[in-house]
């Protein structure tokens, strides 16, 4: 069946290190591809996106590509700093297509903690 | 425009006890959702719905119940709590199948 696998964490690292979340899925189709990130007592937000192969979604440094031939969906950034400290989310959408609602399913989330 | 907002931010109950979540939005959009969040398991769907009067279940939907009377309103209800039921309690919106906007969050605790 459809599922994701998300880095498990927690991640540490120093300010203006490099960050790389790895992110698989299993589809049966082509599902849509989002990064959600959570802020210490916060709900979600939309951190980027892809919909097709070979997009690539970016927002505030980060960047990820939909990579069909591996199905993964990589989160990385150059120069992490403090305020990127929260809990990311991959998550596929699985599914969707006429009329069906199909299925945003999460990883289990990754903590990252940035030091100065 | 507030955006998705959840009512209350903190409850505490006692096994047996029933409650009612409620979750507005002011983006009038179709697509509302609930999930829960539970300590390394991601967020997992409890119901959802497609528009005003329409509800399906999710993933996880046995002993919670939801009504949608109006677009801009998602009640999630709990009849008899459990300890299981414990959790932080989100509620999202979009238009369509898109982005999921998503409210601060209901921290519910059963005892």
């Known amino acids: 069946g459809d599922s994701v696998t998300q880095m498990e964490g927690p991640v540490t690292l120093s300010e203006e290190a490099f960050l790389t979340i790895n992110c698989t899925y299993t589809a049966t189709g082509y599902p849509s591809l989002f990064w959600y990130v959570q802020y210490p007592g916060e709900g979600l937000q939309l951190l980027l996106k892809a919909t097709k192969a070979d997009d690539k979604g970016s927002n505030k440094g980060f960047e990820a590509t939909y990579r069909k031939e591996t199905t993964s969906f990589h989160l990385e950034k150059g120069s992490v700093q403090v305020s990127d400290s929260a809990v990311y989310f991959c998550?596929?959408?699985f599914g969707a297509g006429g009329t069906s609602y199909g299925k945003l399913t999460f990883g289990q989330g990754t903590i990252l903690t940035v030091h100065p | 425009n507030a955006g998705v907002t959840q009512t209350p931010k903190f409850r505490v109950l006692k096994t047996g006890q029933s409650m009612t979540l409620l979750c507005a939005q002011d983006?009038?959009?179709?697509?509302m959702y609930w999930y829960r969040q539970d300590p390394g398991m991601g967020l997992r769907l409890i119901h959802y719905?497609?528009?005003?009067?329409?509800?399906a279940k999710g993933e996880v939907p046995d002993g919670y119940n939801v009504s949608r009377l109006k677009k801009q309103n998602f009640l999630l209800g709990l009849e008899s709590a459990a300890p299981s039921q414990t959790s932080v309690y989100f509620c999202?919106?979009?238009?369509?199948?898109?982005?999921?906007?998503f409210g601060p969050g209901t921290r519910l605790t059963v005892l």
């Open positions: 983006m009038n959009h179709e697509y």
């Open positions: 719905s497609v528009g005003e009067g329409t509800t």
């Open positions: 999202a919106s979009s238009r369509g199948r898109d982005t999921q906007y």
């Open positions: 998550a596929p959408h």
